[in-house]
């Protein structure tokens, strides 16, 4: 039983593009949902987190929005650049019980120059 | 300053042969955790420790045991390799809920392959 779903699989953009990615979970306990971003060849590195007391967070070029109601949320990638092109995961926890994370199935992003 | 460490990076492993993936974090973190990744299906959790002497299943725990006997290594053993263990492994480790700072730290991951 799949309790993340991430979509799309991959995307394509071009440099200065706003790439979206959209996430949907099925446990209304989790409480922490974290993005994390994975280089080739590397581990998943945390880029940003959002609790669900707040419908929007940003870091920099990076932005989630994030529907309570609707069990969904989302990362914004604004004025998106080649550096960026990665496969970043959604995930969710419960945020007492530590970072048992669980993950989307990715998004492969590449920027085109 | 290290983070998490695992070796090795690659391995390839006969069926039916026994490994001991190795984990070791210098952030004295409670919190560790053993992940699976597999082409298309992002990471799974196969076991987790929320401190030395302590641990517990994950989501897909089958042919896999751990021991934390210290805070700082997290083994992962394979008994009884078999095919469907061919993955890419990270460890991760945290610190405990309700941290000034909880985020997930994970290792650059071993590559397992199991002919």
């Known amino acids: 039983q799949q309790q993340v779903k991430q979509s799309p699989q991959s995307l394509i953009v071009q440099k200065g593009g706003i790439p979206i990615i959209n996430c949907a979970y099925e446990?209304?306990?989790?409480?922490?949902f974290p993005w994390y971003q994975q280089f080739p060849g590397k581990g998943p590195a945390l880029l940003i987190a959002i609790r669900p007391d707040v419908s929007e967070k940003k870091e920099g070029r990076f932005t989630i929005s994030f529907n309570k109601s609707a069990k969904q949320f989302s990362l914004h990638i604004m004025d998106s650049q080649p550096g960026d092109s990665a496969t970043y995961f959604c995930?969710?926890?419960?945020?007492?019980?530590?970072?048992?994370?669980?993950f989307g199935t990715g998004t492969r992003l590449a920027v085109r120059p | 300053n290290a983070g998490v460490t695992q070796t090795p990076k690659f391995r390839i492993l006969k069926i039916g042969q026994s490994m001991t993936l190795q984990c070791t974090q210098d952030?004295?973190?409670?919190?560790m955790y053993w992940y699976r990744q597999d082409p298309g299906m992002g990471l799974k959790l196969i076991y987790y420790?929320?401190?030395?002497?302590?641990?517990d299943k994950g989501e897909v725990p089958n042919g896999y045991n751990v021991s934390r006997s210290t805070t700082e290594d997290f083994p992962l053993r394979l008994e009884l390799a078999a095919p469907s263990q061919t993955s890419v492994y990270f460890c991760?480790?945290?610190?405990?809920?309700?941290?000034?700072?909880?985020?997930?730290?994970f290792g650059q991951g071993t590559r397992l392959t199991v002919v």
């Open positions: 991760a480790s945290s610190s405990a809920p309700g941290s000034l700072n909880t985020e997930a730290f």
């Open positions: 952030m004295n973190h409670n919190y």
């Open positions: 995930a969710a926890s419960i945020e007492s019980s530590g970072d048992k994370l669980t």
């Open positions: 420790s929320v401190g030395a002497g302590i641990t």
């Open positions: 446990n209304t306990a989790f409480d922490y």
